[in-house]
C-alpha cells in the first residue's frame, strides 16, 4: 500500500493537476492562477492555447509540450525534472487532465516514482452539462467520446444501452448527426437526452428532448460548437438478464474469445455475441478480426 500526504515535504518536485476553463475565462480558479505562477515548469496539451491563458493572467512560467503525440517521449524527461525537485503543472487546453485528456499515464508514472500528484478542482464540461440537464444526475456514467468508426461505435452504443444511469458523452460538431442516428438505433427513438453547446460561453444552449427530436434539430440546422450529450439510463434494463459473469468486462473481441474457449467454433461465437448485444454479426466479426471500416 502507497500513502501519499500532499503536503508533507518531500525529496522530490510534485506534480500538480491544474483545470483550465472550458470557454469562460472567468472560470479560472484563485488557486489554480496562484499554482501556475509559483511552479517552475508547465506541462500544456497545446503551448500556443495555453499561452492565451497565461498572458490573460499575467503569468510568465515556462512551459512545455505535452500531448497525447509525444507523451512517451516526454514522461521519462518529466519524470526526471521532478526527480530533481521542479515543481510542475500539467495543464489541458480545457477542462480536467486525463479527463478525454492527457494526463493518466503522467500521473501513474508518477505514482510508481513515488512522486506526490496533488489535484486541484475546476471545470469539467460533462458534469456542467449534466447538473443542467433536467436529468438524473446520479448515479451517472461518464463515458466521453465515442468511437469514430461506425461498426466499433455502434458496439460502444449497444454496451451503453445496459446503463440505468444518466450517461454522459462528448461529440464533435462534424459528427453529431451520424452519432444521433446510432443512438435512436441503439437506444430507441424515444430516450430521453439533452444537447449541451459551448457550455460556459456566449453562445451556450442546451436542446432538451426525445433523441428523435434531437436528430431532427441536427437534421435542420447548421451545426457550429462543441457538445456535451447527456442520455437518460436505460430503466427497461433487467440485470438478471445480462450476460454471463465471465463477460462482465470483457471487450466484445474478448467476449468471442470466451465463447471459442467454451467450445464454439469461431462463426458461432460471432453469432453468439451479436445476439447477447442484439447488434449485427458482421460488426463483431470486424471487431474480432480487427477490421476497420471508415466512416
Known sequence: ??????????????????????????????????????????????????????????????????????????????????????????????????ISDPGHELVVACIEANIPVVPLPGANAGLTGLIASGLAPQPFYFYGFLDRKPSEQMAELAEL????????????????????KNMVKAFGENRKAVLCREITKRYEDF???????????????????????????????????????????????????????QGDKPNAAIKQVAKLHKIKKQVVYNLYHHIEKED
Open 207 to 261: 436542446h432538451r428532448g426525445t433523441l428523435a427530436e434531437l436528430l431532427n434539430w441536427a437534421e435542420t440546422n447548421r451545426i457550429l460548437g462543441e457538445f456535451v450529450i447527456i442520455v437518460e439510463g436505460n430503466a427497461h434494463f433487467e440485470p438478471e438478464n445480462d450476460a454471463n459473469d465471465e463477460l462482465a468486462g470483457l471487450t466484445i473481441p474478448e467476449q468471442v474469445e470466451y465463447f471459442i474457449g
Open 1 to 98: 500500500m502507497q500513502v501519499q500526504h500532499s503536503f508533507a515535504k518531500h525529496d522530490t518536485g510534485t506534480l500538480y493537476l491544474v483545470p483550465t476553463p472550458i470557454g469562460n475565462l472567468e472560470d479560472m480558479t484563485f488557486r489554480a492562477v496562484k499554482v501556475l505562477r509559483e511552479v517552475d515548469l508547465i506541462a500544456a496539451e497545446d503551448t500556443r492555447n495555453t499561452q492565451k491563458l497565461l498572458n490573460h493572467f499575467e503569468i510568465d512560467t515556462k512551459e512545455i509540450s505535452f500531448h497525447e503525440h509525444n507523451t512517451q517521449e516526454r514522461i521519462p524527461e518529466l519524470i526526471q525534472k521532478l526527480q530533481s525537485g521542479l515543481t510542475i503543472a500539467q495543464a489541458s487546453d480545457a477542462g480536467m487532465p486525463s
Open 161 to 180: 444501452n445496459r446503463h440505468q444511469e444518466t450517461i454522459i458523452l462528448y461529440e464533435a460538431p462534424h459528427r453529431l448527426k451520424k452519432t444521433l
